[in-house]
């Protein structure tokens, strides 16, 4: 079955630690999208990437990295520059006029 | 800036028709979407506007006027799964697929 699929499924990190997150299609799509999705909110595009070895920053990408080494991989790191991290992280992959989603990672700061 | 407005909850019974209003101000407009989302799962996409008029899928139904920068979303015989929030994103470039997302509809389904 295509799709994309993220880990880890929750995730807790202490103040002041990177943490990266992961995205993997199988879906042969070339652009790829991490957004960030807090409580009673819609989704806010933090990095986007249309081909490999190339990304763009989104609305919010302060505190936030991302690599496109390979087509069917978008990386994210959440460093400790991201002031309030604690939120629902999702990745999608885009084809023609439809974005499919990944089940997403959400992320506790303790 | 750019926006998009919808409202926040809308509330309706088993068997009934809800109509998702959003309206939206953005530098370019190249296709208006919708998307579902259940609590704590991921969107899942509905229907796709690029042209004016109304698109049926099913139980569901999508509109556009793009002269009015407005769209809604019509669901009818309402089930209860059909309690989720709802998102309209426009499509603002022709050559990247990235979406402008509004804040999201919850529909409330009651027996």
């Known amino acids: 079955d295509g799709g994309i699929t993220q880990s880890p499924k929750y995730l807790f990190r202490k103040e002041g630690q990177n943490v990266t997150l992961s995205c993997e299609q199988n879906?042969?799509?070339?652009?790829m999208y991490w957004y960030r999705q807090d409580p009673g909110q819609g989704l806010r595009l933090i990095y986007y990437?249309?081909?490999?070895?190339?990304?763009q920053k989104g609305d919010i990408a302060e505190g936030y990295s991302v690599s496109r080494e390979k087509k069917e991989s978008f990386p994210l790191t959440v460093t400790s520059a991201q002031k309030n991290p604690t939120a629902f992280y999702l990745c999608?992959?885009?084809?023609?006029?439809?974005?499919?989603f990944g089940p997403g990672t959400r992320l506790t700061v303790l | 800036g750019q926006s998009l407005e919808q409202p926040s909850e809308v509330t309706a019974v088993e068997g009934a028709i809800v109509q998702i209003n959003c309206t939206y101000q953005t530098s370019g407009f190249y296709g208006l979407s919708w998307y579902q989302q259940h609590d704590g799962g991921a969107p899942t996409f509905l229907s796709y506007n690029a042209l004016d008029g109304l698109e049926e899928t099913g139980r569901f139904s999508s509109f556009l006027s793009r002269s009015d920068s407005y769209g809604y979303l019509l669901l009818q015989e309402l089930q209860m799964k059909d309690s989720a929030s709802y998102f309209c994103?426009?499509?603002?470039?022709?050559?990247?697929?990235?979406?402008?997302f509004g804040q999201g509809t919850t529909l409330q389904v009651k027996p």
């Open positions: 879906l042969n799509h070339d652009a």
């Open positions: 994103a426009v499509r603002g470039s022709s050559n990247t697929g990235k979406l402008i």
């Open positions: 999608a992959s885009t084809s023609r006029n439809e974005q499919f």
């Open positions: 990437s249309q081909i490999v070895n190339d990304f």
